[in-house]
């Protein structure tokens, strides 16, 4: 079947509840935002930030000696090697494709499990590399709570793997472009990986000028798995 890139006759059931269920996650999640409640997940962003970082060393030939998650919503990658440019903007970009790629994964069943499924896969990997106890209590904390919730899915008739997929999705998406305006745009951190990337790139741009150009990136990533996602389930 042709995908109809052009949303004709939309919208129908499963895209109205598609995107009612995002614009819910996203009052939910501002709403929540400086609660406790949040934290485990902006902690999940936060290692998907630096799991980013840890792929785009090792695709570039480096080594990753270890992965820091922190309780205060930081985190550390620990490398050696690799391609220094490709490395640093890793995290934030890559955090943010990670977002849609689980919100796209959401539009089906089997999707979702495919991303439950890898997404515990790489919660194990990390599990051993991980330098510190907050890490390793995120990995074991969410493996046990998404092996809960897919074997509801499967046993009973609580079957909400597909919108635990996408709050993770929708959190991930707007905590990256949250992170990207609080770290690189209204405050300058000079520790920053946008002004250490302005450091390394030839580009004359500054850590506030890549840190919008991420940001916009960040957004296109967004607003492109909203239209993909429709694409999908028209």
């Known amino acids: 079947m042709r995908p109809n890139w052009e949303l004709k006759h939309c919208c129908n059931h499963?895209?109205?509840v598609f995107m009612v269920t995002v614009g819910v996650c996203t009052v939910v999640i501002l709403a929540l935002w400086r609660t406790i409640l949040l934290r485990p997940f902006k902690l999940v962003t936060v290692f998907l930030h630096?799991?980013?970082?840890?792929?785009a060393c090792k695709l570039t030939c480096g080594h990753v000696e270890g992965i820091q998650?922190?309780?205060?919503?930081?985190?550390?990658?620990?490398?050696?090697g690799g391609v220094y440019w490709i490395i640093l903007p890793a995290g934030y970009l890559g955090s943010s494709f990670w977002g849609m790629t689980l919100i796209l994964a959401s539009t089906n069943l089997l999707t979702a499990r495919i991303a439950a499924g890898c997404f515990i896969g790489a919660l194990l990997v990390v599990l051993f590399v991980a330098k510190n106890w907050t890490l390793r209590g995120l990995c074991i904390g969410f493996i046990v709570f998404l092996g809960v919730i897919w074997a509801l899915q499967e046993t009973t008739k609580v079957r909400i793997l597909r919108y635990i997929i996408l709050f993770i999705g929708v959190m991930n998406s707007l905590f990256s472009v949250y992170d990207i305006y609080d770290d690189l745009i209204s405050r300058r951190v000079h520790s920053s990986d946008a002004e250490k990337f302005a450091e390394v790139?030839?580009?004359?741009?500054?850590?506030?000028?890549?840190?919008?150009?991420?940001?916009l990136i960040?957004?296109?990533?967004?607003?492109?798995?909203?239209?993909?996602g429709l694409v999908i389930l028209s």
């Open 69 to 80: 998650v922190h309780a205060d919503e930081g985190g550390t990658t620990q490398t050696r």
């Open 14 to 16: 499963e895209q109205v």
């Open 50 to 55: 630096e799991a980013s970082h840890a792929i």
């Open 218 to 228: 960040s957004l296109l990533f967004l607003c492109g798995a909203m239209y993909l």
């Open 201 to 215: 790139c030839p580009c004359p741009c500054t850590g506030v000028g890549w840190g919008v150009i991420w940001g």
